[in-house]
């Protein structure tokens, strides 16, 4: 069964301390992995697509890395607006209709 | 370009009453998507429509259903609403051709059943 993980549940950083988001992933073959960040009380923005291992993509302090089996968001020297839910999604080749969504990461960056 | 638009934003229903929400998009995208998303779960799939005149279920459908006469619009029908069926309910859409497109989504409804 497809399946996506995201860890941890809830991550609390200082401003300027960077970490990383984990997503890994079981699926029959990836068509694409997907990287949305969502706020409270709206709708998931989308932020990185990765469709193949090695892949990287950087989008100002957030860089999404992809392989076989994991995807990894690595958010550099965070600042209090970067706060928010990143959501993790995957697409099988065999169903590209759809995207199966992870549970997500809260992440909270304080001053 | 608004993108996907939904109504109302928030809502609250007696056990029984019906409802449609409504889910709009200007971006002439042939995909579009239905889903509902609780606390601590992902976003779960009720129902998509890879174009006009075309739906299909998801992970969830029971106790909904849709239509899509239209490219640009995309309603969502509970007939006969439940107290499970309290949630935030996400649309989306995308344009799906040899490149993969990401999904955009509206800012939810979110629906309580009392």
């Known amino acids: 069964e497809d399946q996506v993980t995201q860890s941890p549940e809830a991550l609390r950083l200082q401003e300027g301390e960077s970490s990383s988001l984990n997503c890994s992933y079981t699926v029959s073959g990836l068509r694409g992995l997907f990287w949305y960040r969502q706020d409270p009380g709206k709708g998931p923005e989308f932020l990185f697509t990765l469709y193949s291992a090695g892949e990287e993509k950087e989008k100002e302090r957030l860089k999404a890395t992809l392989t076989k089996k994991e995807s990894f968001l690595h958010i550099t020297a965070p600042k209090p607006e970067d706060s928010a839910t990143y959501l993790c999604?995957?697409?099988?080749?065999?169903?590209?209709?759809?995207?199966?969504f992870g549970t997500g990461t809260r992440l909270q960056v304080f001053p | 370009n608004a993108g996907v638009t939904q109504t109302p934003k928030f809502r609250i229903l007696k056990i029984g009453q019906s409802m449609t929400l409504q889910c709009t998009q200007d971006m002439n995208h042939n995909y579009m998507y239905w889903y509902r998303q609780d606390p601590g779960m992902g976003l779960k799939l009720i129902y998509y429509s890879v174009g006009a005149g075309i739906t299909d279920k998801g992970e969830v459908p029971n106790g909904y259903n849709v239509s899509r006469s239209t490219t640009e619009d995309f309603p969502l029908r509970l007939e006969l609403a439940a107290p499970s069926q309290t949630s935030v309910y996400f649309c989306a859409s995308s344009y799906l051709d040899r490149d993969d497109q990401p999904q955009h989504f509206g800012d939810g409804t979110r629906l309580s059943i009392l």
């Open positions: 999604a995957v697409q099988a080749s065999g169903n590209t209709d759809k995207l199966i």
